[in-house]
């Protein structure tokens, strides 16, 4: 069992930066693509980023393209989302997630694994 750990959230002003980061407790050679979501209040959980293990190959939701970057390190086993430009709209719980497909990036149920999730928010 893989368990995931978020850190890096906190509060920040428009504009602002923050980067988050998600520590895998162990390698998992079945992990193909490495995910983040995000869930605001009231609001379903949706895809943000992703990237392929192999070739690191990434992909971005259109509301935060050109803002946000998700990158890996392979030997620690951790992937990151570097969020700059913050808007209050990003404010939401932020989670990442593992999977053994390298498909359908932004559906949840594409990934077996996640983290318990770190909060981020937004102030104007």
């Known amino acids: 069992q893989v368990q995931l750990v978020e850190s890096g959230g906190g509060s920040v002003q428009a504009g602002g930066s923050l980067r988050l980061s998600c520590a895998a407790s162990?390698?998992?050679?079945?992990?193909?693509?490495w995910g983040w979501f995000r869930q605001a209040p009231g609001k379903e959980r949706e895809g943000v980023a992703a990237?392929?293990?192999?070739?690191?190959?990434?992909y971005y939701t259109d509301s935060v393209k050109g803002r946000f970057t998700i990158s890996q390190d392979n030997a620690k086993n951790t992937v990151y989302l570097q969020m700059n430009s913050l808007k209050p709209e990003d404010t939401a719980m932020y989670y990442c997630?593992?999977?053994?497909?390298?498909?359908?990036?932004?559906?949840?149920?594409?990934?077996?694994?996640w983290g318990q999730g770190t909060q981020v928010t937004v102030s104007s």
């Open positions: 990237i392929l293990t192999r070739g690191g190959t990434t």
């Open positions: 162990a390698y998992t050679y079945s992990t193909r693509l």
């Open positions: 997630a593992a999977s053994p497909r390298a498909l359908a990036w932004y559906a949840r149920d594409t990934y077996n694994y």
